[in-house]
């Protein structure tokens, strides 16, 4: 498989307690996002990395939540004391820059906060 | 993902119809826009994009038009299909300045009956 993938597929965990997604992206694209969605919304934008730089981050990615991209290919999204309000779907997504902005997404990784 | 779009906009449409699903975008400095399709457990999947120097798009059964005047976006599907049953998304980005974040709209749900 080629597709962007992402690991778990589901969490559920305890209110107070750290979490930790990985994505692996399509091996030749440079560009790595981050995306939450909840129920009946559209994905929402949340960090960018090109290669292992982190050039953008939205105002929904709080100091409870970190992602590094260390190497340039596989990331990882932690969020530390979880909070039931961070139960959603975090979406990863990876493109290069001959594709333009047309992502390719992986199936996501669906947290449940308890 | 998993229950996506429980409270969307649905449009219910007969097998071999055509569809058609708009989207009204809210930033005039936008400058691309893409389709998305999402199945239930699974993400994003890319269908179609265009550019605002266009105002239209065909691709397989599908065409993307663009009315920047008004700001909206629609999706035609021809001769639709029950694999076609999804959630839509429009999504939009400002390219101009660099910034590869999407904005994606809220969704509609196709329903294709039989």
């Known amino acids: 498989d080629t597709g962007v993938s992402q690991n778990p597929r589901h969490k559920i965990t305890k209110r107070g307690q750290n979490v930790t997604f990985r994505c692996d992206p399509i091996s030749e694209h440079n560009r790595l996002y981050w995306y939450r969605q909840t129920l009946g919304q559209g994905p929402e934008f949340l960090t960018y990395?090109?290669?292992?730089?982190?050039?953008?981050k939205s105002r929904l990615l709080s100091d409870r939540f970190s992602a590094e991209r260390p190497k340039g290919s596989f990331s990882t999204l932690e969020i530390q004391r979880t909070e039931q309000g961070d139960s959603a779907m975090y979406l990863c997504a990876s493109s290069s820059r001959e594709l333009g902005y047309g992502y390719t997404f992986g199936s996501g990784t669906r947290l449940t906060v308890v | 993902g998993e229950n996506v779009g429980l409270h969307l906009p649905t449009l219910s449409v007969q097998e071999g119809d055509n569809s058609i699903i708009n989207c009204a975008y809210s930033?005039?400095?936008?400058?691309?826009f893409i389709w998305y399709k999402q199945e239930s457990g699974k993400g994003p999947q890319f269908i179609i994009d265009?550019?605002?120097?266009?105002d239209k798009r065909q691709g397989q059964r599908v065409t993307v038009l663009l009315n920047k005047t008004v700001k909206h976006l629609s999706l035609q599907i021809a001769a639709t299909q029950p694999g076609d049953s999804a959630v839509y998304f429009c999504?939009?980005?400002?390219?101009?300045?660099?910034?590869?974040?999407?904005?994606f709209g809220s969704g509609t749900r196709l329903q294709v009956q039989p």
């Open positions: 999504a939009e980005n400002i390219g101009d300045t660099g910034r590869r974040a999407l904005t």
């Open positions: 990395f090109q290669n292992e730089a982190q050039l953008e």
């Open positions: 265009i550019r605002s120097n266009m």
């Open positions: 930033n005039s400095a936008s400058d691309y």
